[in-house]
């Protein structure tokens, strides 16, 4: 299994990016899926989940202005970020709980290799 984010650049604070985590390979199911941002020097911090219902949660720091969904059909996670600050600058990291088959049944949590996000003021 593989998580593959992807729609970090360089933005102006203010603005709006897109980051999207395609997940593949042997899936029968993915559960609760999630973003995590860390900077330099600090811890890797939750900003959004998501359960494969759809119930979400959120950091504090990003309510109102971040919105993270996905697409059960094609194994993809988003996340819309609106009205970014600098100190939303960060590596973003999409993570899964995955439920596979390859002969066997089995389940494990997955990280995605991160995806830059630099706001600039």
């Known amino acids: 299994v593989q998580l593959v984010e992807s729609g970090g650049e360089l933005v102006q604070a203010g603005g709006s990016l897109r980051l999207s985590c395609a997940a593949s390979?042997?899936?029968?199911?993915?559960?609760?899926m999630r973003w995590y941002r860390q900077t330099p020097g600090k811890t890797r911090d939750l900003v959004a989940g998501?359960?494969?219902?759809?119930?979400?949660n959120y950091a504090d720091s990003v309510k109102g202005r971040f919105t993270i969904s996905r697409d059960n059909a094609k194994n993809t996670l988003f996340l819309q970020m609106n009205s970014l600050k600098p100190e939303d600058t960060a590596v973003y990291y999409c993570?899964?709980?995955?439920?596979?088959?390859?002969?066997?049944?089995?389940?494990?949590?997955?990280w995605g290799q991160g995806t830059q996000v630099t706001v600039s003021s």
């Open positions: 998501i359960a494969s219902g759809g119930s979400t």
């Open positions: 390979g042997s899936i029968v199911r993915i559960n609760a």
């Open positions: 993570n899964a709980d995955v439920e596979a088959y390859s002969g066997i049944y089995y389940m494990n949590t997955y």
